[in-house]
């Protein structure tokens, strides 16, 4: 990994997943085909990333004709031409072992501005031993040789994942899974989570090595992460085990950055040689493994009714699955969530399931917050078991595991609100609209278009023709409430082709 050397002398910025062309497999046995490669950005000041503001165009659905994202009753506050770029460029494709041309023209949109001047290409692939092994001690990860060992199973364990890990015999699980706390500042039940870095790895690595022991020979260890984070367990990892896949999730993320933040790693190591992938072997699968093995085609949207159309069509609107998962999108209806700040989307556990085990087979989740791990395992036949920290989101994940045995299913739609949010914003509480937002956004795009500038509050208050408490009570903030007024708004359906407003060039040298 060139990254560590990398940060000695600069800052890192930005780690994009950028998909290739054609998915490659280095291994003789089947393994997950390579659609995508890694691109860093680092910078040689310490500020924010310096960029152009960069929109990429909407895709419509080959078969309704609509965008390819459902915007809903959000789309007078986006914008005509396309959404913001994020960390994960599916829209143009590269091979790493041939021609870059189309990344070096995103790069150089992309950094076309003051005080850049010239983009320099160094073709470094050619060469070898660039970096020097590296001789600092790095914590050991201890090699079990005993047999197989049984464990019980089925169970949903509260206490601190270190304590209950050292309980579970050596090479008894099949497939572990861990989506532990990133380190950001979240605000979990019990965690600190904002550790200093060296803490965090340090109590990282303490896992990440138990699981290595319980893990069977063969079977798969998954880590979620962000990339960085992701990086420094790569490290750790290969002094090991063997590496199986980088898999990039784009999950879809609120646009809070010119960038927007929409990638997670799920990084997956073998305990030795690894064993033929149940997913890619189709042997004794049943049709919603299959199912959850059959990404849905890029082009095409998660409209219920257009999928039903498809399907009544016999339209081909599934891809191969490969590397690069951009089909699963994380939870954003109240109506699905339960009061855990990071819930995953059991379309994800599913996939991992499918893809790494088979029935009967145990899956551990060291941070199994409000159970969707478990209860994805108990779904598929998968005997589990899942550790949780916090008294609270243990007790979630029990009731719904009790749910789940009476026949109710736990990931459906409910009429509680959630108390905890996965962000700042603060959540508005449930009432009655006289006027709609969308309405009240309208008026003020029209008010600030008749002034000809973004209106303040006493504008508004003075020319709308709705009562200035509406904007104050259905709103989270003044910047919502001009979020129309802010953009140009965009349409459900194609647009006429626009030329792209052309960005300033910077020259070009290729060095070999």
Same mark, same amino acid.
């Given at each position: 990994?060139l990254?560590?050397?990398?940060e000695k002398?600069?800052?890192?910025q ?31 000041? =310490?500020?924010?990333? @310096?960029?152009t ?6 895709? #419509?659905c080959p078969? +309704?004709? *609509? ?43 992309l ?5 850049f ?8 692939r ?15 990860i201890?090699?079990e ?11 949903l364990?509260?206490g601190d ?18 989506d ?5 500042? =979240?605000?979990?039940d @019990? ?8 803490? #965090?790895?340090?109590? +990282?690595? *303490?896992?990440?090595?138990?699981l ?7 079977r ?10 992701a ?6 990892l290969?002094l090991?085990?063997d ?11 609120f646009?809070?950055?010119m ?28 049709e ?7 990404p ?9 009714g ?20 951009h ?9 699905r ?7 995953l ?6 996939r ?29 036949s998968?005997r ?21 045995s ?15 949010k ?21 008026e ?49 359906n ?6 792209q407003?052309?960005?300033?060039q ?7």
């Open positions: 990994m990254l560590p050397y990398l002398h600069n800052k890192f930005l780690w994009v997943a950028l998909k290739t062309k054609h998915g490659t497999n280095t291994n003789q046995l089947p393994a997950l085909p390579e659609q995508h490669a890694s691109l860093i950005i680092l910078s040689r000041y =310490k500020e924010s990333l @310096k960029h503001k960069t929109r990429i165009k909407y895709t #419509y078969t +309704c004709r *609509k965008t390819t994202k459902d915007y809903g009753g959000k789309k007078h506050t986006y914008h005509e031409y396309g959404t913001l770029i994020s960390d994960v460029w599916r829209d143009i494709e590269c091979n790493p072992y041939d021609n870059i041309d189309s990344a070096i023209v995103r790069l150089r949109d950094f076309g501005l003051d005080p001047i010239n983009l320099y290409l160094v073709d470094m050619k060469c070898k031993d660039i970096i020097p092994a590296s001789h600092e001690a790095e914590p050991a201890k090699h040789t005993s047999g197989i060992q049984s464990v019980q199973c089925n169970r364990i509260a994942c270190l304590d209950v890990l050292n309980t579970i015999p050596t090479n008894s699980i099949d497939f572990c899974f861990a532990p706390p990133y380190n950001l500042k =979240k605000k979990y @019990k965690w600190d989570d904002a550790l200093e870095s060296v803490e #965090y790895f340090r109590w +990282c690595d *303490k896992w990440l090595s138990e290595y022991r319980i893990l069977k020979p063969g798969t260890l998954a880590v979620l992460n962000i990339p960085l984070w990086a420094r367990h790569y490290q750790f290969s090991a085990m590496y199986q896949a980088w898999i990039v999730w784009d999950a879809i993320s646009p809070v950055r960038i927007m933040p929409s990638h997670y790693v799920i990084l997956c190591f073998s305990k030795g040689s690894p064993r033929q992938l149940p997913g890619l072997d189709n042997n004794g699968m049943n919603k493994e299959k199912e959850s093995l059959s849905l085609g890029e082009l095409y949207c998660c409209r219920a257009c999928i039903d159309l498809r399907r009544r069509l016999g339209n081909p609107d599934i891809s191969a699955i490969s590397d690069l998962w089909d699963i999108h994380r939870l954003k209806h109240n109506s969530r339960v009061d855990h700040p990071c819930q989307p059991p379309s994800l556990m599913r991992l399931f499918a893809l790494f085990t088979k029935p009967d087979e145990i899956v551990l989740d060291c941070f199994n917050g409000a159970g969707t791990s478990t209860l994805t395992a108990q779904q598929m998968r589990y078991l899942g550790i949780e920290l916090s008294a609270q989101y243990h007790e979630i994940a029990l009731r719904r595991h009790e749910l789940l009476k026949g109710v299913d736990p990931f459906g739609k409910q009429n509680t609100i959630p108390s905890v996965n962000s700042q914003v603060q959540r508005m509480s449930k009432q009655k609209y006289h006027v709609s937002k969308k309405t009240l956004q309208l003020v795009k029209k008010i600030g278009k008749d002034l000809g500038h973004l209106p303040t509050k006493d504008e508004v208050k003075q020319y709308s023709k709705y009562l200035f408490s509406y904007f104050e009570e259905y709103f989270v903030s003044w910047g919502e409430v001009c979020a129309a007024a802010r953009t140009t708004g965009m349409s459900e194609p647009l006429i082709e626009k030329k407003v052309s960005i300033k910077m020259n070009l040298f290729s060095m070999e």
